[in-house]
């Protein structure tokens, strides 16, 4: 199992440019996240979707968007990236919840820098 | 809301030496608590969860209510536990996780 799997590794952007930021799992997991790492920040919930078909909004949603492809694939796309979106972005998935069980398995991340 | 508190960004000590990262919340119904940890070049991983009440790796933390905190605990730090430590808070039946900003740990020899 490759777990949670990220791509691309690296990007860099204009300001203006859009991307795609894609994510996937095999761990046949319903729930999915996307989260933006920002040094003295923390980890802050950009979307997030809880079964296929569903997507909901984090706490970092402006500029962002998501699609939940099918159970395996959930993207992150920049319509038009700023500055303000370089950050290292994660994606995690977790099986369905159960009390106390709510491991979330993270991917390696993407650094994006936006020019 | 839901939030979590780490108040040290970087805390340095010495091999051997006992380790306390600490981490307070604040949720109005039952939390569940967990400490991920960050290796250099790695990604993130679960240390360990309060309702499984283990020992991962040394560490432990304990969930006290009455003061609202999950402090990670180890009594002889080593090298290799060097890492940006993150607590976090879900609520109970929920899926999505709130992390605090994160502690650098450093352990020097």
């Known amino acids: 199992n490759a777990g949670v799997t990220q791509t691309p590794k690296f990007q860099v952007l204009k300001t203006g440019q859009s991307m795609t930021l894609q994510c996937a799992q095999d761990m046949n997991h319903n729930s999915m996240y996307w989260y933006r790492q920002d040094p003295g920040m923390g980890l802050r919930l950009i979307y997030y979707s809880a079964s296929e078909g569903t997507t909901d909004k984090g706490e970092v949603p402006n500029g962002y968007n998501v699609s939940r492809l099918n159970k395996r694939e959930f993207s992150l796309r920049l319509e038009s990236a700023a500055p303000s979106q370089t950050s290292v972005y994660f994606c995690a998935s977790s099986p369905p919840g159960r009390e106390g069980r709510n491991e979330q398995f993270f991917g390696p991340g993407t650094r994006l820098t936006v020019l | ?109």
């Not at chain 2, 780490?6 to 967990?34: D, I, R, T």
């Not at chain 2, 290799?80 to 900003?101: H, I, P, Q, V, W």
């Open chain 2, 1 to 109: 809301a839901q939030r979590v508190t780490q108040p040290e960004k970087l805390l340095s000590v010495f091999k051997g030496a006992p380790v306390e990262l600490k981490c307070n919340y604040s949720y109005s119904g039952s939390p569940e608590l967990f400490w991920y940890v960050q290796y250099s070049r790695q990604r993130l991983q679960l240390l360990l969860r309060h309702i499984s009440r283990e020992s991962i790796k040394g560490f432990t933390a304990d969930l006290n209510k009455g003061e609202t905190s999950f402090h990670l605990k180890k009594p002889f730090a080593q090298e290799e536990d060097s890492a940006m430590y993150y607590c976090a808070l879900s609520g109970r039946g929920y899926s999505t996780l709130t992390f605090g900003k994160g502690t650098m740990l450093l352990v020097s020899p």
